[in-house]
């Protein structure tokens, strides 16, 4: 999980590991995930993902504020793989997108990581806020060059605001949108549906053809 600061990420992944936590037909006892606060640059990050982890019932594999986030993050993927969880959500810290030392640290994580599973992350998404408009659009082209992501959770669209930059990352990137926040509850982080995003943005009826 990876973006600037203030978007919702760690709140989003505390939402993630819930909804994989539920059962479905394919998973009737749910998946089983556990937690990474590589956010270690933050104190409250740490504070904020441990109260999910206890919330949920999940493990939580953290470190002391100021730890090295890339050595958190190996030691949660190892620690996943050791107990045969299904998922490991790492939550990084927000950073600017134009500072290049920060955003090598993005790239550490990276390379530490597949030391263990050449094939890890799975998943590298962005976490973007819905109300920014345009600057959107130059946060995820920079993020997607420096570590190359595979998707967009797009935050705060239970206000005004539309998330009409997510089209024109969309057009660039070819970026899928998998997920949308849409308030403060659990629930509230839903899959992203096309349709229903074209109906809000145009003020359409989404049940009619």
Known sequence: MVGVNGTGKTTTTGKLAALYRKPTREHPQGRT?????ADTFRAAAIEQLRSWAQRL??????NKSGADPAA????AVQAAKSRGRDWVIVDTAGRLHTKGN?????QKIRRVIAKIDPSAPHHSLLVVDGSLGGNS????????????????????LDGTSRGGAIVAIWRELRLPIVFVGLGE?????????????????????AAKP
């Open 72 to 75: 958190v993050a190996f030691d």
């Open 185 to 205: 509850a659990p629930e509230d982080l839903q899959a992203f549906s096309a349709a229903d995003y074209a109906a809000a943005v145009f003020g359409l009826d």
């Open 57 to 62: 019932d999940l493990e939580l594999v953290a």
């Open 102 to 106: 920060l955003m090598e640290e993005l």
């Open 33 to 37: 995930v556990l937690l990474c606060a």
């Open 137 to 156: 659009i130059e946060q995820a082209r920079a993020f997607h060059k420096s570590f190359g992501l595979t998707g967009l959770i797009v935050t705060k």
